[in-house]
């Protein structure tokens, strides 16, 4: 049995607390949030209690789930990782390098396995995607691109109703939801070398608020990306695909993150081949991912997804940003871990 700790009670709380009550090996011992009521619903979710600090269960447990808003994470996880405690840690992984390299380097050193919850790695859309890249079925990539528009967070929503709109906690939609793209890509074998790009908020009296983005992204080997992603479309629609010498593969959908069709046509096939899917938003990913987790932690072994991951995401995150404020082309630095 793996004894866990829910830390964040919110609306991915419970994405999460579904699938722990899928996973007979889980346990939740303890659910904490400064929002008592909201401790509460996930707790009876689960079957678990609300606690008011991670030392109340900290003796008892194997592992946490670190699902508070980006900003509240660092001191969660050194309370964990210094117990010997495993994480599981929703993305983005920090909104400062300095806390995310401050992560990642203690879960390296404390050598317990931390899995930054990228759950768009375990969707299947983006799974058949990934497997066209590394299947060699396109050849080599010439260019990525991820195009996904619509009505986000803030749109017909009063400010302030959620950390991503809230004054003291906002990261803006560059470092809280590109993380996704940028992985995604990263998923596909290729290293991000530079990036161009305009970021631009529409919330004048919420300045930290970016809600669109348009990226060009420099990949190692002279290929080529783009993110075109907007919070305040009034028309969702999204579409990731890659262009390689022997064949262009898509998933598309509408909504961010839905994924309706696969297609695929490579230099062995005379037609274009889709494959209709249901992979929607809030469909299997976080069971997948779950499991996926659960299993790392019963075999000692590290996920697919670590926090070097989440790292080095939000290094790309925070250069989209650098380079819209200073109009400049920005380099990409990799630090070891
Ligand atoms: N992977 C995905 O598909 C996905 C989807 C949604 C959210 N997320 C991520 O999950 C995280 C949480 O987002 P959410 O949508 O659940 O937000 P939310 O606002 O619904 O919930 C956040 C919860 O954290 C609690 N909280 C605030 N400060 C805290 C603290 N110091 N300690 C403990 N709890 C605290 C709040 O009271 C709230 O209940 C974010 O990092 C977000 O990016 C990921």
């Known amino acids: 049995m793996i004894r866990t700790a829910i830390i964040g009670a919110g609306g991915i709380a419970v994405?999460?607390?579904?699938?722990?009550?899928?996973?007979?090996?889980?346990?939740?011992?303890?659910?904490?949030?400064?929002?008592?009521?909201?401790?509460?619903?996930?707790a009876d979710l689960c079957g678990s209690r609300p606690i008011s600090?991670?030392?109340?269960?900290?003796g008892k447990i194997d592992m946490i789930y670190l699902l508070t808003p980006p900003s509240k994470r660092v001191a969660y996880a050194e309370t964990a990782m210094r117990a010997g405690?495993?994480?599981?840690?929703?993305?983005?992984?920090?909104?400062?390098?300095?806390?995310?390299?401050?992560?990642?380097?203690?879960?390296?050193?404390?050598?317990?396995?931390?899995?930054?919850?990228?759950?768009?790695?375990?969707?299947?859309g983006y799974r058949m995607l990934q497997d066209d890249v590394l299947s060699g079925r396109l050849g080599e990539i010439i260019s990525v691109w991820s195009h996904r528009v619509g009505p986000g967070s803030g749109f017909g929503t009063p400010l302030g109703d959620s950390w991503r709109t809230d004054p003291d906690l906002v990261c803006?939609?560059?470092?809280?939801?590109?993380?996704?793209?940028i992985d995604m890509f990263r998923g596909l074998g290729v290293e991000i070398e530079m990036v161009a790009a305009r970021v631009q908020g529409v919330k004048p009296e919420l300045p930290a608020f970016d809600n669109n983005a348009q990226v060009v992204l420099?990949?190692?080997?002279?290929?080529?990306?783009?993110?075109?992603?907007?919070?305040s479309a009034h028309l969702p629609?999204?579409?990731?695909?890659?262009?390689?010498?022997?064949?262009?593969?898509?998933?598309?959908?509408?909504?961010?993150?839905?994924?309706?069709?696969?297609?695929?046509?490579?230099?062995?096939?005379?037609?274009?081949?889709?494959?209709w899917l249901n992979d929607l938003f809030d469909a299997e990913s976080y069971y997948t991912e779950n499991r996926h987790f659960a299993d790392c932690v019963l075999q000692r072994v590290q996920p697919d997804v670590t926090a070097d991951n989440g790292v080095e995401a939000l290094r790309v995150s925070l250069a989209i940003l650098d380079s819209s404020r200073t109009g400049q082309t920005v380099q990409i630095v990799r630090s070891s871990s």
């Open 15 to 42: 994405k999460h607390a579904q699938a722990i009550n899928r996973i007979p090996e889980l346990d939740v011992a303890g659910v904490l949030d400064p929002n008592p009521e909201r401790a509460r619903v996930i």
């Open 53 to 58: 600090s991670l030392d109340e269960v900290l």
């Open 85 to 124: 405690k495993h994480v599981l840690c929703e993305k983005p992984l920090a909104v400062s390098l300095e806390d995310a390299c401050a992560i990642r380097d203690l879960a390296e050193q404390t050598g317990v396995l931390f899995m930054t919850a990228f759950n768009m790695r375990f969707r299947p």
């Open 172 to 181: 803006g939609m560059a470092i809280a939801s590109l993380s996704h793209d």
């Open 218 to 231: 420099g990949l190692a080997g002279g290929r080529a990306g783009v993110i075109n992603a907007s919070w």
């Open 237 to 275: 629609t999204s579409s990731r695909g890659v262009v390689g010498t022997r064949g262009t593969a898509l998933i598309r959908g509408d909504g961010f993150f839905d994924f309706v069709e696969h297609r695929i046509r490579n230099d062995e096939m005379e037609y274009p081949r889709s494959t």
